[in-house]
């Protein structure tokens, strides 16, 4: 069975720092892996996908790697802003069947 | 290009009552799952459905069901409601061309139910 952790639960940083928010899985069968953001009471924001056969995907501030042989992913944050405050959530795409199974997210909260 | 809209944003029921959610993928989306998520569990899959048929159940209670209209547009009823049920139920939408399972999910807003 399919599980996915993220370490940590709650990370807070000084605003300019870079930092890595770890996602792990227990099973390599994966067809893709995606990163989101949730801000308080809202929605989900898709962040980045990153499909089975790549290493990692890139959007502006953000990179999201993705080692499948020892079921892990990072989202690395460059130059963290108070506007990143957010939790950010990992989920993977598995089976045969089309659900994503999803992580408890890390809480992040940048401090100006 | 509209995003998901999910309807309505906020509920408030009483238990044993029922409560229709409605969620209006991305246009071209012909996928919509639904989600449960909640502080302890998480987010949880609760179905998906595609051209109108669903083809995936999580492992939830047969008092959750849902439907697939031919405009792609989906809603999730709960019947006989329980205090437990209180969370945010979340939709998403995604184009999983055939064969196809590298799509991306697009989530809506969500709908907050308290039961109350």
């Known amino acids: 069975k399919q599980e996915v952790t993220q370490i940590p639960a709650a990370l807070s940083v000084p605003e300019g720092e870079n930092l890595v928010l770890n996602c792990s899985f227990t099973?390599?069968?994966?067809?893709?892996l995606q990163w989101f953001r949730q801000d308080p009471g809202k929605g989900l924001t898709s962040l980045l996908l990153?499909?089975?056969s790549q290493r990692e995907q890139t959007s502006g501030r953000l990179n999201a790697s993705l080692d499948k042989s020892s079921g892990r992913s990072t989202l690395y944050i460059a130059a963290s802003q108070p506007g990143d405050s957010a939790t950010y959530l990992c989920a993977v795409g598995a089976g045969n069947n089309r659900k994503l199974i999803w992580g408890l997210g890390t809480s992040l909260a940048v401090n100006p | 290009k509209a995003g998901v809209t999910q309807t309505p944003r906020y509920l408030i029921k009483t238990r044993g009552q029922q409560v229709t959610l409605s969620c209006s993928p991305i246009s071209g989306h012909r996928s919509v799952s639904w989600y449960q998520q909640t502080p302890g569990q998480g987010l949880q899959f609760l179905f998906e459905?595609?051209?109108?048929?669903?083809?995936n159940k999580g492992n939830f209670p047969g008092r959750f069901s849902g439907r697939q209209f031919s405009n792609s547009r989906s809603e999730m009823n709960v019947s006989t409601l329980e205090l437990g049920d209180s969370a945010l139920y979340l939709c998403?939408?995604?184009?999983?061309?055939?064969?196809?399972?590298?799509?991306?999910?697009?989530f809506g807003q969500g709908t907050r139910l308290t039961v109350v």
């Open positions: 998403a939408s995604s184009w999983p061309r055939t064969g196809d399972y590298n799509t991306e999910a697009f």
């Open positions: 099973d390599s069968a994966i067809y893709n």
């Open positions: 459905y595609f051209s109108e048929t669903q083809r």
């Open positions: 990153i499909q089975s």
